[in-house]
């Protein structure tokens, strides 16, 4: 692996020239005259009557899969030059056209999953036996059977092309909010305004007079916003709520555990061993603010540090940790992280002007990835960008897959991420130079698990109570702050002295629109990958051939039916997720047992 690693990433081998690229251009040309061409295709698709009429469709389903690939590689392009550089103009125009793109085009998917929807179960089963339709039969009966739930192909289309500049257009005006926001910080050097990047990585400073004053500010920041970001937030639960009921869906869950591919079924089963689970994390809270010489812990303080680790990690030491620790539990893995760093997949320099927070993603065009997050040194960031490592990785796993199948949901996604985060945390831990040091890289492990367990949790119920609230008509500022920190302490079990009531207001999440309910599956994700940890503890090297296989199968199945097959499990049942609770309470009491001699 090359060094000195460059700390910004490069763009111009996907499109040379930034959102003002003649090759960007042309490529949007083709795309669009292929969205047309499809669309004609599709608008004269009848259901096949028998197996020989079904390959009057391959065309379609063909253009389908090469237009759907290519809108996610000019999304992704967007994505990115948007997040390095909030003030690119262009880079908002070609997100927008972008978002038009790609309602035209799930319009003619909806169409073509009505002809799905209109084909006789025996045609079906015929249609889905041919070699080379086979392959495509899980997205296939997807489609086919969701489009039975939903309204008319026509209205459909009509909802899909509203949403561009309602649905969509609300998520970016929050973008347009977080640009806007400005914080003052004094250091040495003097006052300077950070962006909301650059000022929520001071939230979790070492010191706490830094930490409690930039809460302050973050609050008094996300106060003045609140109204504009209410009124976001409304109008995206209001076109979902809308939506919804127009399909005859009532349950609010339909729709994220669609998406997931998993049922109420396994998710109440996880929610309940964490539930349960809890006790300990409560102790460790009340253990960590003793530590902190707290009474109680406020928001701000549940991820400061205990301890203290090495100092500050260069860059090119934490790229050079994690291929080490990877390669020990995959050489395949390792050999992939070496190329994505040598090939400056990865957006990493501290910087003014980029978008706050961290994400993975994929060019399935170009075959390659892009990681985007602001690196300061700490362990955290270690963690941040070995966790998007393993996006990335999941990614290439599946490269050589039919674009339909590439299409993984969220919760496995973040099973794929937080498995690599957890290969090197763990490794942190057991190379710690002293007990001090050891102490402080356990406890970094245990926060995820408040992270997943508490504040996750808080999210998710917070949205839960949010949408039943929605229905009966808007939710102001104040309301929402309520709903926000009565889910909070609910979710962390009363043990905080101060809650973060603008939380809904500061986190980019819930004003996603391609996911709804963007919480549950990073905790699905999490506790997935610590059970699937436990098993590779046990097995050992044998175990990674097996992990690969299981993340190639991520776009072809549901999450019960993938681990079933796997590992031979039902996750609706508590057997599973209690295992991997309790390597998280096993750390935890591990911390308990450092530090009783400290307090």
């Not at 190379?431 to 508490?454: D, G, P, R, W």
């Not at 609230?469 to 905080?496: H, I, P, T």
């Not at 050992?540 to 796997?566: I, N, P, R």
Request: glycine share 6%; proline share 4%; net charge negative.
């Amino acid at each position: 692996m090359k060094q000195p690693l460059s700390l910004t990433w490069e763009l111009d081998s996907i499109f040379p020239g930034g959102s003002s690229s003649s090759e960007l251009e042309s490529f949007l040309k083709n795309l669009e005259q292929n969205i047309a061409a499809l669309q004609g295709l599709v608008k004269n698709a009848v259901a096949p009557t028998d197996v020989e009429s079904t390959k009057t469709l391959d065309e379609a389903i063909e253009l389908l899969q090469s237009c759907s690939g290519r809108l996610v590689e000019v999304s992704s392009f967007a994505d990115c030059l948007g997040a390095q550089n909030q003030m690119d103009k262009g880079a908002v125009r070609l997100a927008a056209r972008v978002t038009s793109m790609r309602a035209g085009f799930e319009g003619i998917s909806s169409q073509f999953s009505n002809v799905l929807r209109q084909t006789t179960d025996k045609v079906w089963t015929e249609w889905m036996a041919r070699p080379e339709i086979a392959p495509l039969t899980f997205v296939l009966s997807e489609s086919r059977d969701l489009a039975r739930e939903k309204m008319s192909p026509e209205l459909e289309s009509l909802a899909l092309e509203l949403a561009v500049d309602g649905y969509h257009g609300w998520s970016g005006h929050y973008d347009t909010i977080v640009s806007s926001i400005k914080i003052p910080f004094e250091d040495e050097e003097g006052t300077k305004l950070l962006s909301a990047g650059q000022a929520f990585n001071k939230l979790d400073d070492p010191d706490p007079k830094v930490r409690q004053s930039m809460f302050r500010k973050w609050e008094e920041a996300w106060t003045e916003a609140a109204d504009n970001c209410a009124d976001t937030l409304n109008h995206l639960a209001g076109f979902r709520l809308k939506l919804y009921k127009g399909r005859g869906w009532e349950d609010i869950l339909k729709d994220p555990l669609n998406i997931n591919r998993m049922s109420q079924d396994t998710l109440n089963a996880m929610w309940d061993v964490i539930t349960n689970s809890k006790p300990a994390l409560v102790t460790y809270l009340q253990r960590k603010a003793k530590l902190l010489g707290l009474d109680a812990l406020s928001w701000v303080d549940v991820e400061a540090p205990v301890g203290k680790s090495s100092g500050k990690i260069p860059y090119d030491q934490a790229a050079k940790d994690i291929v080490t620790q990877f390669r020990k539990f995959s050489p395949k893995m390792a050999e992939f992280a070496e190329r994505a760093f040598d090939n400056n997949w990865i957006e990493v320099e501290d910087r003014p002007g980029k978008r706050p927070g961290g994400f993975c993603t994929s060019f399935p065009e170009s075959k390659e990835s892009r990681i985007f997050m602001t690196y300061s040194g700490t362990t955290s960031n270690v963690s941040t960008l070995a966790h998007e490592l393993g996006h990335a990785y999941h990614s290439y796993l599946l490269d050589d897959q039919p674009v339909f199948n590439q299409n993984y949901a969220m919760n496995v996604a973040e099973t794929a991420s937080t498995f690599a985060e957890v290969i090197v945390s763990d490794a942190q831990v057991k190379a710690a130079s002293n007990a001090e040091e050891k102490l402080a890289l356990l406890e970094t492990k245990i926060q995820n698990s408040v992270a997943f367990f508490m504040n996750i949790h808080a999210r998710f119920l917070f949205e839960t109570r949010f949408y039943e609230k929605r229905k009966e008509g808007l939710v102001n500022a104040e309301e929402l702050s309520e709903l926000m920190v009565e889910a909070q302490k609910e979710a962390f079990c009363g043990v905080l002295s101060e809650y973060h009531p603008h939380f809904w207001a500061s986190k980019l999440h819930f004003y996603i629109t391609d996911v709804p309910f963007y919480n549950f599956p990073y905790t699905v994700g999490y506790m997935f990958s610590t059970g699937l940890y436990r098993l590779a503890l046990q097995e050992g090297a044998s175990f990674a051939d097996k992990y690969d296989s299981l993340l190639q199968d991520t776009g072809v199945m549901t999450l019960e039916d993938l681990v079933l097959k796997h590992l031979g499990v039902d996750l609706t049942k508590p057997d599973f997720w209690q295992g991997a609770t309790d390597l998280i309470v096993a750390d935890i009491n591990e911390f308990l047992e450092m530090t009783e001699q400290l307090v």
